[in-house]
């Protein structure tokens, strides 16, 4: 089992909706994680970064960590066609000294 | 611009050849680290420093591959003897700590002929 599991995609949304992306995580020990967003051949970009439970919000973002069931998201509100990238979920493992990622998720936003 | 910077953005080798790739982290960020991404996965973790010591390394990291951050500021990473499974996109980060967000630069994305 990985210990970082993400739906591939990709997902299709039309412009304006609002974006649910999920992770399941396998350790309940994991409690630092973070969700980039990457464009086509670039590096990654930190846009969310939770400890523990709860909700984070940031603008239209909003990451949520459920403990209970080891399920982390990432909602995107009004989505914009320059929202379309792939979008991967970490967790912080080894003492907090390097990240472990899904395998991404890719995000198409259409007008 | 102070962000994460990679050096080069693009390299083409060809099998055989040895590679050297330059990071240079966010100035006052005292971790470095190393991931590799292949097309459609996620980046995988490589090797990681505090300031100049490299702290650990991962399996992935085979004896081909060395990385060195002199006076704990830019890091290399050289892939020697290159195979066709070595292209991919390396990615450097940097943190200021254990537990603290990693920034990545823009990558350089490998392709071994």
């Known amino acids: 089992q990985k210990e970082v599991e993400q739906d591939p995609g990709p997902l299709s949304v039309p412009e304006g909706a609002i974006v649910s992306l999920n992770c399941t995580y396998s350790n309940s020990a994991f409690q630092y994680f973070m969700w980039y967003r990457q464009y086509s051949r670039k590096g990654p970009e930190l846009l969310m970064y939770?400890?523990?439970?709860g909700n984070k919000e940031d603008g239209r973002f909003t990451a949520q960590v459920d403990k209970s069931s080891k399920y982390i998201s990432l909602f995107i509100r009004d989505s914009q066609p320059s929202d379309s990238a792939t979008y991967l979920c970490?967790?912080?493992?080894?003492?907090?000294?390097?990240?472990?990622f899904g395998t991404g998720t890719q995000l198409k936003v259409e007008l | 611009d102070t962000g994460v910077s990679q050096d080069p953005r693009h390299k083409i080798t060809k099998r055989g050849q040895n590679v050297t790739f330059r990071c240079d982290p966010i100035s006052e960020h005292n971790r470095l680290y190393w991931y590799r991404q292949t097309l459609g996965q996620g980046p995988e973790f490589l090797t990681y420093?505090?300031?100049?010591?490299?702290?650990?390394k991962s399996r992935l990291l085979s004896d081909r591959f060395s990385a060195e951050r002199p006076k704990g500021s830019f890091s290399t990473l050289e892939i020697q003897r290159t195979e066709q499974g070595d292209s991919a996109m390396y990615l450097c980060?940097?943190?200021?700590?254990?537990?603290?967000?990693?920034?990545f630069g823009p990558g350089t994305r490998l392709t071994v002929l």
């Open positions: 420093f505090q300031n100049e010591a490299q702290l650990e």
């Open positions: 939770t400890y523990s439970s």
């Open positions: 980060g940097s943190s200021k700590g254990p537990y603290n967000e990693q920034f």
């Open positions: 970490a967790t912080l493992t080894g003492g907090g000294n390097k990240l472990t």
